[in-house]
């Protein structure tokens, strides 16, 4: 069965229309990757499908289950419980800057999990899992960027979440710290973590992504896996964009 079903999702911002229908399918252990041009609404898909934003029309569904139907919401004990499987990393950290590592990874969880006990056993296995173990008691303006990135990834991963989000989470990082968090989702991606990733690093997608949506104007042009969107393109503002982005 399909982990994350999207049809036919529509967003304006005022009288911007950003989303314009995008409809897709995520099954489990996919690992897809969105590539597109700014502005074409990337950021503003998961923050729908995340919950941080509300859509006008379109159906979601989130394990089976109706997260949004034609633009309507279910009752708030619901929707936090749906919009709760999935985690999501974003491109500027967002860690909380007065919180050491390990309060960054157990507030939160503490808080979505109440009456949860095995925090702080997680947050030791998912620190160990990103390699920041040693550094569990400092505070995030101790770390470097990707080290930052990497408690992020971690925090996402303490509520177990059966879907990950990532928006552009190297953009922010020179090419030695990108490399650190790639080889983390790709460690995740060989898990079998079904993941969901917009991305400028066109490696990545060409070789850890099972599928490449290509978005242009609020709309999927494009989908396809890897070695076709990277190849053979089918749809020539695909082909554009791609030429554009290898020079
Ligand atoms: N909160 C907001 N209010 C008004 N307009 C917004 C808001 N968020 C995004 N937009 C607009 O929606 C459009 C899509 O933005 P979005 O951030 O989703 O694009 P993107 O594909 O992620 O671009 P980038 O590659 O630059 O991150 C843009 O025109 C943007 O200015
Ligand atoms: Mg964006």
Redesign the pocket.
């Known amino acids: 069965m399909a982990f994350l079903e999207v049809r036919q999702l529509k967003k304006s ?2 009288t ?1 229309p ?1 989303l314009r229908g995008v409809s897709f399918t995520v099954e489990q252990g996919d690992v897809i990757a969105i590539i ?10 998961l923050r729908c499908l995340i919950d941080l934003e509300t859509v006008d029309e379109g159906t979601v569904t989130i394990g089976g289950e109706p997260f949004i139907t034609n633009g309507q919401y279910p009752i708030p004990r619901h929707r936090r419980a749906l919009s709760g499987r999935m985690g999501m990393v974003f491109q500027s950290f967002n860690l909380f800057p007065h919180m050491t590592v390990r309060q960054n990874l157990i507030e939160p969880y503490r808080m979505t999990t109440p009456g949860a006990t095995d925090g702080e056993e997680k947050c030791r296995r998912l620190l160990e899992k990103v390699g920041l173990w040693d550094k569990a008691d400092v505070y995030p303006s101790k770390l470097s960027g990707g080290q930052k990135q990497r408690v992020a990834i971690a925090r996402a991963l303490m509520k177990s979440p059966e879907l990950m989000l990532f928006d ?1 989470p190297t953009s922010a990082l020179d090419p030695q710290l990108t490399g650190e968090v790639l080889s983390i989702m790709r460690q995740l991606a060989q898990e079998h973590m079904t993941m969901l990733v ?1 991305t400028h690093e066109m490696s990545f997608a060409q070789d850890a992504a099972t599928q490449v949506l290509f ?1 242009k104007d609020g709309l999927i042009a494009e989908a396809g896996p890897p070695p076709v969107i990277f190849t053979r393109p089918q749809n020539p503002e695909t082909a554009a964009f791609l030429g554009t982005a290898a020079r």
Do not use: H
């Not at 597109?36 to 898909?45: A, E, H, I, V």
């Open positions: 911002f005022d911007l950003v597109g041009p700014s502005g074409s609404g990337k950021s503003t898909l552009e917009v978005m």
